[in-house]
């Protein structure tokens, strides 16, 4: 389990360090926000990622990808978390490209994977449904119809369902659960944009009805080793993003308190607080290695990827929560205030904590897994 970069690894993260502080900075999200975007993502920056490889980053060469694994998509989440880049990265290169590298046909493959590594196309999956993570408790049923199948149910937290061409549903079969490919615009597709209080965006999605043919199923009537996979990605990639920003709001809050002066000096010569930065610091090296062993892990087809990730999933949470909130608390009460950053910093925290599963859940999983 690989835990240092090789070097094309090292010339990847360089070079999306200078491209994301360049085309996707924090600014960048403030103008977003602060125009109410309709879509919550520049769509022009999307097409620039796509022409540097980053949106094929985990397709094959032979559907138009980089193949450079997810260890590598780690480094690209990591850069998009020090700058709280909005972008369809995981939604559809990563959790879309998953299900259909994973599940889907052929003919589906081909289809779909060269559109996502150009950056034609915006796929987003559908797949919790209450207000925390559950994909054991997925509801949205597919019943057969026809030549093809009936879909009902209600999704939430859909990352970029409202902007994406095309939607893929997690659904019970008979057989189990499986992938469909729907188009948004379909009759009984109700789809309601959720603006986040990180200012990225979501949606909640509702099915009554809707009618879909025998080609939308992605794969077989029973992809739960698929969704086993997605869902280590995804947690995987999220937790390397929460290392970004966990990372960044703590190179901020030490830069600030080497500035911020009281009775004189400034605070950071102060012995408590530099107990607080070296605890946090010695932590976030310890999430380094959780998201490089889990990712790499991923890579390499180890049976117990999905553990993995699922633990690095859970460190991350709460060490980036940690950062953010002792960064608010160093910076003192402007902290709280819209004109710095670090509250920006709390709030994707909080959101990416949730996502996938928060570290609550992942413990949980562990201890079940373990018969703990």
């Known amino acids: 389990m690989a835990l240092v970069l090789n070097e094309d690894e090292v010339m990847l993260r360089d070079t999306a360090e200078g491209f994301f502080a360049t085309k996707a900075p924090i600014k960048a999200l403030r103008t977003l926000r602060d125009t109410n975007d309709e879509t919550g993502f520049d769509r022009t920056l999307?097409?620039?990622?796509?022409?540097?490889?980053?949106?094929?980053?985990?397709i094959g060469e032979d559907h138009g990808g980089v193949d450079m694994g997810f260890q590598a998509a780690g480094l690209l989440a990591e850069q998009m978390g020090r700058n709280l880049t909005a972008s369809p990265f995981l939604s559809t290169a990563i959790l879309a490209a998953t299900v259909l590298r994973e599940a889907g046909s052929d003919d589906q493959k081909n289809t779909w994977l060269p559109k996502i590594a150009a950056g034609e196309t915006i796929m987003a999956v559908a797949l919790d449904e209450g207000p925390k993570h559950n994909p054991a408790g997925i509801e949205t049923t597919?019943?057969?119809?026809?030549?093809?199948?009936?879909?009902?149910?209600?999704?939430?937290?859909?990352?970029?369902?409202?902007a994406a061409d095309t939607l893929i549903v997690a659904a019970k079969t008979n057989d189990g659960l499986a992938f469909f490919l729907v188009d948004p615009k379909a009759k009984g597709v109700a789809i309601e944009r959720t603006i986040m209080v990180?200012?990225?965006?979501?949606?909640?999605?509702?099915l009554d009805d809707v009618e879909v043919d025998g080609d939308a199923l992605i794969g077989e009537t029973n992809s739960e080793d698929a969704l086993r996979k997605v869902l280590a990605a995804g947690r995987g990639v999220v937790a390397a993003e929460l290392?970004?920003?966990?990372g960044e709001a703590f190179r901020t809050t030490v830069e600030y308190i080497k500035e911020r002066k009281q009775f004189g000096v400034p605070v950071g010569s102060f012995q408590a607080l530099q107990h607080r930065s070296s605890h946090l610091y010695t932590e976030l090296e310890i999430s380094r290695s959780a998201v490089l062993?889990?990712?790499?892990?991923?890579?390499?087809?180890?049976?117990k990827a999905d553990r993995y990730c699922s633990m690095a999933k859970s460190k991350l949470g709460d060490v980036a929560k940690l950062a953010a909130l002792e960064g608010v608390q160093m910076f003192g009460g402007v902290g709280m205030t819209d004109e710095y950053d670090i509250g920006l910093f709390l709030k994707r925290v909080r959101v990416l904590q949730e996502l996938l599963g928060d570290a609550a859940y992942h413990q949980n999983e562990h201890a079940k897994a373990n018969k703990f």
């Open 46 to 58: 999307w097409s620039e990622m796509a022409d540097m490889g980053f949106a094929g980053i985990a």
């Open 142 to 162: 597919a019943v057969k119809s026809g030549n093809g199948f009936k879909l009902n149910g209600s999704k939430a937290m859909v990352i970029d369902g409202h």
């Open 198 to 206: 990180d200012a990225h965006n979501a949606a909640r999605i509702d």
């Open 243 to 246: 290392l970004g920003a966990g």
């Open 293 to 303: 062993g889990a990712l790499s892990a991923l890579d390499a087809g180890d049976p």
